[in-house]
């Protein structure tokens, strides 16, 4: 099955500063979603990007389909931004299920 | 907006009881699914159902079984629950296809005793 590689997994950021997290997944894929995991639990739809660059506000995400790889940039963090970070992929013929990262914990200190 | 809620956010049981963890979604999805999560072990996917009465096995089904008889409404039901079933259980849904966003519930903590 496909592997997908979610790095760094910690970071620790003071507010204020930029950070870039990384997916590497190894096979083509129709659908790839990027999530925030909030401390409660939830996960927020933050991406729904197979290809191309999106933007949201402070953060942005760039998927590299040809390169398989998708990047997820927080500019100007914030405390609120701490959680932890889901990078998840659809790929094959009619799957329907995503595979998920094991994630990037981000902490955000004040 | 999407909404997909799930029936409890926190719930304690005993080893040896029969659990129900309902997920309701209001968006007409096809397409619902049933993960846990647990440290070091990320999502992974219990039951997956496409359809009224229709469902596929994920990559964790023992254990478990799951029930849809209302495209809006999917169950996850532990038949004699054990502690190694203690974990985070989520919801989600999406309609069928590809090219689709998923949609996640808030999540409902269990803890088995």
Same mark, same amino acid.
């Given at each position: 099955?496909?592997?997908?590689?979610?790095?760094?997994?910690?970071?620790?950021?003071?507010?204020? $500063?930029?950070?870039?997290?990384?997916?590497? /997944?190894?096979?083509?894929?129709?659908?790839?979603? +990027?999530?925030?995991?909030?401390? +409660?639990?939830?996960?927020?739809?933050?991406? %729904?990007?197979?290809?191309?660059?999106?933007?949201? #506000?402070?953060?942005?995400?760039?998927?590299? $389909? !040809?390169?398989? %790889?998708?990047?997820?940039?927080? *500019?100007?963090?914030?405390?609120?931004?701490?959680?932890?970070? /889901?990078?998840?992929?659809?790929? #094959?013929? #009619?799957?329907?299920?995503?595979? /998920?990262?094991?994630?990037?914990?981000?902490?955000?200190?004040? | 907006?999407?909404? &997909?809620?799930?029936?409890?956010?926190?719930? &304690?049981?005993?080893?040896?009881?029969? &659990?129900?963890?309902?997920?309701?979604?209001?968006?007409?999805?096809?397409?619902?699914?049933?993960?846990?999560?647990?440290?070091?072990? #990320?999502?992974?996917?219990?039951? /997956?159902? %496409?359809?009224?009465?229709?469902?596929?096995?994920?990559?964790?089904?023992?254990?478990?079984? &799951? *029930?849809?008889?209302?495209?809006?409404?999917?169950?996850?039901?532990?038949?004699? $629950?054990?502690?190694?079933?203690? *974990?985070?259980?989520?919801?989600?849904?999406?309609?069928?296809?590809?090219?689709?966003?998923?949609?996640?519930?808030?999540?409902?903590?269990? !803890?088995?005793?």
């Amino acid at each position: 099955g496909i592997q997908v590689e979610q790095s760094p997994p910690d970071l620790i950021l003071q507010e204020g $500063a930029n950070s870039t997290l990384r997916c590497n /997944f190894s096979d083509s894929v129709n659908n790839l979603q +990027w999530f925030h995991q909030n401390p +409660w639990g939830q996960l927020i739809n933050l991406f %729904y990007i197979p290809s191309g660059t999106k933007q949201n #506000g402070r953060l942005s995400a760039t998927t590299v $389909a !040809t390169e398989r %790889y998708s990047l997820l940039y927080i *500019s100007s963090s914030q405390t609120t931004d701490s959680g932890v970070y /889901f990078c998840a992929v659809e790929y #094959g013929r #009619g799957s329907e299920k995503l595979v /998920f990262g094991k994630g990037t914990k981000l902490t955000v200190n004040p | 907006d999407v909404k &997909v809620t799930q029936s409890s956010r926190y719930l &304690v049981k005993r080893t040896g009881e029969k &659990v129900f963890l309902e997920c309701v979604q209001d968006m007409d999805h096809e397409n619902m699914f049933w993960y846990r999560q647990d440290p070091g072990l #990320g999502l992974r996917l219990i039951y /997956f159902s %496409y359809d009224v009465k229709m469902k596929e096995k994920g990559d964790i089904p023992e254990g478990y079984s &799951v *029930s849809r008889e209302k495209k809006e409404r999917f169950s996850l039901i532990l038949e004699s $629950a054990s502690t190694n079933q203690t *974990s985070m259980y989520l919801c989600a849904s999406r309609l069928a296809g590809s090219s689709y966003e998923q949609y996640f519930g808030p999540g409902t903590r269990l !803890t088995v005793t």
